[in-house]
């Protein structure tokens, strides 16, 4: 790629205020390395990982897209013997003899991958990935056959470290990937963002919706007192939420408070009332200025 393609990926991506990121991902894209895009959920990490995948590969039918389950085992990834090929049927059994996983599909048809939600998966539904990547061929035991890695072959995967239902990566499978951030994005860019989305909508809801989303984001990094801040699809959704209310007559207070409760079951930890209640006043606080 060339300095051209990457302006190109910048400028056409639907997700801003990642442009670091995207940067560091295409430079290790270039160097040959798989990348791990991870953070808070909802700020873009997959569609950017297709994005990419998208342009590099001259289409969306260029790359295979899988997303992990904590039921993923090397059957889906790599492949092995089909139940049916024990089957007493013997054309039933000789039809499903063996299938391929995710990964060997992808590689065998000449397409790219990106794995969705990476973590959701256990470390031994990866074993065969590991080695692949450690070793650039896999010995596939199940069809008498060996996968080579080719050249120039790119694989993206996305994660949430630490949330709810993730696994926890072994250092040895963590370390065949680079990881890069993508974390929420300023607030300049999410002002410029709302005024695209909802050109009309009051700029004082605007700025109380910037500063709900800011300090949500305090409350998540300074003790974890909340699982996560307000995400920039959150913010987006108040954004529309505010302006279609407001647009039928109702104020500006009641329906940014009514949104900003919406969000707060979705960014604090729905089985402890502790927490909700953390984030209803924070919106009851932002509210008493407008």
Known sequence: MDTEDYIHILDTCEIKGHDEAILRILRYIELGYPVMLYGPPGNGKTTIAEHILSYIGKGEDSFLKVEATETMSEYQV??????????????????????????????????????????????????????????????LEYKETMLIKPDGWVLLATANFGDEGTFKLSNALKRRFVPINVGYVSTATEKTLISGITPDLDPEVVNAILLFASETRSLWKRD????????????????????????????????????????????????DPRSIQLVQELALKVAEDL
Not at 87 to 111: C, H, Q, W
Not at 231 to 242: F, M, P
Not at 244 to 259: E, T, Y
């Open 78 to 139: 790599i492949g092995g013997f089909h139940p049916l090929a024990m089957s007493g049927n013997p054309e039933l059994a000789e039809k499903f003899m063996y299938k391929d996983g995710a990964v060997t599909r992808a590689i065998e048809s000449g397409k790219n991958m990106l794995i969705d939600e990476f973590t959701r998966a256990p470390s031994s539904a990866y074993s065969g990935l590991f080695l692949l990547l450690s070793r650039n061929t896999l010995p």
């Open 224 to 271: 974890r007192s909340i699982p996560e801040g307000l995400s920039t699809d959150g913010v987006i959704k108040i954004s529309r939420y505010c302006d279609l209310a407001m647009s039928q007559g109702f104020d500006r207070k009641s329906v940014f408070v009514d949104a900003a409760f919406h969000q707060s079951t979705i960014i604090a930890d729905e089985t």
